[in-house]
């Protein structure tokens, strides 16, 4: 919740309550939501997210973690993607349960709106683990970019 005033005079306009369910709004030019959602992240409010405490008290550094968080998540898509294509296509039919569906599955999750973001740490570690199931199970090649890290084997407990 936060106030917008007018820039020239400083008078109050509305406040906003976050009814619309737009945690990061696009705003005119004082602030205020607008009916139009369709605008570059630059030019959303992250003020709801630096106001809650888990993204430091600015909205520059809220809006950096987002950034962040999206830009490293599309990456480990597009390469488990390319692992995914190589799946044998039978790997894929209805009522199959198979290593393949479920790479498939976790990356149509990631690509969600708003998974990157609310636990960016989980998507990342799922998806370099359904990467190393696709290598495992199907031969397929790795890329150096999709391997588990130290923090993800800390995150997961693989029983075998």
């Not at 550094?61 to 993607?81: C, K, W």
Request: aromatic letters at 6%; proline letters at 6%.
């Amino acid at each position: 919740k936060y106030n917008v005033n007018d820039v020239a005079t400083g008078a109050f306009q509305v406040t906003v309550v976050g009814h619309r369910w737009l945690p990061i709004p696009c705003v005119d030019a004082n602030g205020k939501p607008t009916d139009s959602q369709t605008c570059a992240v630059t030019q959303r409010s992250f003020k709801s997210c630096a106001t809650g405490g888990c993204h430091g008290n600015s909205q520059v550094s809220a809006r950096t973690a987002f950034i962040s968080a999206e830009n490293d998540v599309n990456g480990l898509v597009a390469l488990l993607d390319g692992m995914i294509a190589q799946v044998p296509s039978n790997q894929f039919g209805a009522g199959k349960v198979t290593v393949g569906r479920g790479a498939k599955f976790n990356s149509g999750m990631a690509k969600m709106p708003g998974s990157d973001v609310h636990n960016p740490f989980l998507v990342k570690t799922l998806l370099r683990y359904s990467g190393v199931a696709l290598n495992q199970t199907y031969g397929i090649a790795l890329p150096p970019g999709l391997a588990p890290t130290a923090g993800d084997q800390q995150r997961v407990r693989i029983d075998r």
